[in-house]
C-alpha cells in the first residue's frame, strides 16, 4: 500500500465559524467569507441575526456549535465516484485515466493526518455502499488476492473478501440493505438481489418496461427504482415490495431526469438536473419542491437535515422547518457523478475531484 500525500490546510484568513441564511438562498446572500488554500472558502459569522426558531424546530440546533472548521483528510487526482464515511475512514476512489488500468482506491482517517492507498490499476474504479451496520466494497476486477468481486469493509479498516458472490451480473447501480446486495440490470430494467454472505442471484422485480435506469435504493420492505424516460423528458421513481417477481408501481414522476436519490425512514429526497431538490413520500404523491439553487446535484441526508450545495455553499437545511446553515462555501467540486456529498452521526464529508473533506458535526 503506497502512502498518500496530505498537505496541511491552511487558510488565508481566521475562521469565525459558519454564516446562515434562509433556504433557498443565492450564492450572493451567503455571508462574507475568507478563502483558503485549494479554493476552499469557510463561511464567517456575518453578525446575522436569524430568526427565533419555532417550538417544533427547536430540536435542530446548529451544527459544530456554531464554528465549523472543514479539514482536509485526503488528496488524489482523479476522484470521481461518491465517497463513503464507515468506521474510522473514509473510502474514496476514482481513475487518473479510463484509457487504461489507473483507477484506484484508498481510505482516508476521519481524525485526519494519514491515508492510504488500497488498491491500484484496477480497471475502474470500485463502488462503496452501507446499510450503516455494514459497508462493501465492489471491486469489478481485482488485481490481488487481497480483494474479491464484493468485499466487506470492518469499523477498523479491514476488508474481508466475501466469497461464491455471482459476478455475472454488472453492479454498477447497485443498493444494499441488512441482508441482500440488489442490482439494477441495465437492459429490462429489473432488480435482482443476492445474499451478502454468498449466493445466487434472484429476481425481485419484473421488468419495467421503458425507459432508461439510473439508480437503485432499499430501505426494510421496498426498493425504489429510478426510470428516465428520454422520449417524455421525464422521470419516474418506481417502487416495489422486496418479494420474488414483484410488480413495480409508480411513486412519483417530474420533468427532466431525476439524480442523487436518497431517502430517510418517511421520504425520498432527490435533485434534477437544473438545480431543484424535491422531496416524496415513501406512500404516495406529489413530489414537494425545497429549493431550486442547487449545483453539483448532490444531495445527503440524516434524521434532521438534509445537505446540499446551494450554489458553491455546503448547506445543511432542518426537515422540520429550523431553517439553513452555510457549513462552509467550496470550490465547485468538478464532477459528473452525483452523490459526492456523505453523511453520518460524527461529520459531513464532501470531495471535489481531488481532495477529500469533512466538518465535524
Known sequence: MKKLS??????????AGCGAGVEGAHPSDIPTTARGADGLELATNSGEVLP???????????LCSGSCTPVQLAQASGLDQPILPFGENV???????YEASYSFFGRASKRGGSSLLLEQNLQRPPVFFSNETSAYAVVRYPKSPA???????????R???????????????????????????????????APLTGGTWTQVTR???????????????????????????????????????????????????????????????????????FRASKSGGAATGLATTAAELSIAVDAERYYWFNGAALTATCKNGGGSQVLATVSPPRTSTPGIISVDAEGVYWRNSSQVWKIAK
Open 6 to 15: 496530505v498537505p496541511a490546510l491552511f487558510l488565508a484568513a481566521a475562521l
Open 52 to 62: 427565533a426558531p419555532s417550538a417544533s424546530a427547536s430540536s435542530c440546533t446548529p
Open 91 to 97: 473510502y474514496f476512489s476514482g481513475a487518473i485515466t
Open 147 to 157: 480483494f474479491s468481486y464484493l468485499n466487506e469493509i470492518g469499523p477498523d479498516g
Open 159 to 193: 476488508i474481508t473478501p466475501v466469497p461464491g458472490i455471482d459476478n455475472s451480473r454488472s453492479l454498477s447501480i447497485t443498493a444494499v440493505d441488512s441482508t441482500n446486495l440488489y442490482s439494477l440490470t441495465l437492459g429490462d430494467r429489473s432488480v435482482w438481489s
Open 207 to 277: 421488468p419495467i418496461s421503458t425507459g432508461a435506469g439510473r439508480s437503485v435504493r432499499a430501505d426494510s420492505t421496498s426498493v425504489y427504482i429510478v426510470i428516465d424516460d428520454v422520449a417524455k423528458n421525464q422521470s419516474t421513481v418506481w417502487k416495489a415490495p422486496k418479494q420474488s417477481l414483484a410488480t413495480a408501481t409508480k411513486l412519483v414522476t417530474i420533468p427532466g431526469s431525476i439524480v442523487s436519490l436518497t431517502l430517510d425512514e418517511t421520504h425520498l429526497y432527490f435533485a434534477d438536473r437544473t438545480g431543484n431538490i
